[in-house]
C-alpha cells in the first residue's frame, strides 16, 4: 500500500483525502457536540447520527474534489461503494467510543478537572482517537474500492 505515495498524485490526493477529513472531523465534532450536549442524546447515538452527515459531507467532498477524475463513475455506486465503507468504518468506530470515553474521562479527572467537563473530555478523546484510526481504513478502503478507476 506505501507504494501509492511513491506517486506525487496519489501524494496529493492523500492531502486532499486528508484535508476532506479535517473538514468531516469539524462537522463530526460539531454535530456530536450539539446531540450530546445541547440536545442529550447519548454519546453513542450522537456519534452515529454525526458520523452519517460527516459521511455524506466527505462523499461529497471526495468526489468532487479530491477525485474529481472518478466521476465517470455513476454516482449511485460510488456512494453505496463509500457509505459500505464507511458503514465498517462505524463498526470499527462506535467500539472505540464506548470502550474509550470512561477511561480518557477518568484520566481527565485525575488530571483534576472538574468532573462533568471531564466526562465531556472523555466524549471527544474518544471520538478523536476512534477518527484517526478509522481515517486510515477509509483511505485505503476508498482508494481501492470506491476509486478504483483513477
Do not use: C
Amino acid at each position: 500500500m506505501s507504494h501509492i505515495f511513491n506517486d506525487a498524485t496519489e501524494r496529493v490526493r492523500f492531502v486532499k483525502f486528508a484535508a476532506v477529513g479535517a473538514i468531516g472531523t469539524v462537522v463530526d465534532f460539531g454535530v456530536f457536540n450539539f446531540l450530546n450536549l445541547a440536545a442529550g442524546l447519548a454519546p453513542v447515538f450522537s456519534q452515529a447520527v454525526s458520523f452519517t452527515v460527516a459521511v455524506v459531507n466527505n462523499f461529497l467532498w471526495n468526489r468532487h474534489w479530491t477525485y474529481p477524475d472518478s466521476r465517470g463513475k455513476a454516482v449511485h455506486h460510488q456512494m453505496a461503494s463509500f457509505g459500505l465503507i464507511n458503514l465498517v468504518g462505524l463498526l470499527i468506530r462506535t467500539p472505540i467510543i464506548g470502550t474509550m470515553e470512561g477511561p480518557l474521562g477518568d484520566w481527565a479527572a485525575r488530571l483534576g478537572v472538574q468532573a462533568k467537563t471531564a466526562v465531556i473530555i472523555g466524549h471527544n478523546a474518544a471520538l478523536a482517537l476512534a477518527i484517526g484510526i478509522v481515517m486510515l481504513w477509509n483511505y485505503f478502503a476508498n482508494r481501492y474500492w470506491t476509486y478504483n478507476d483513477v
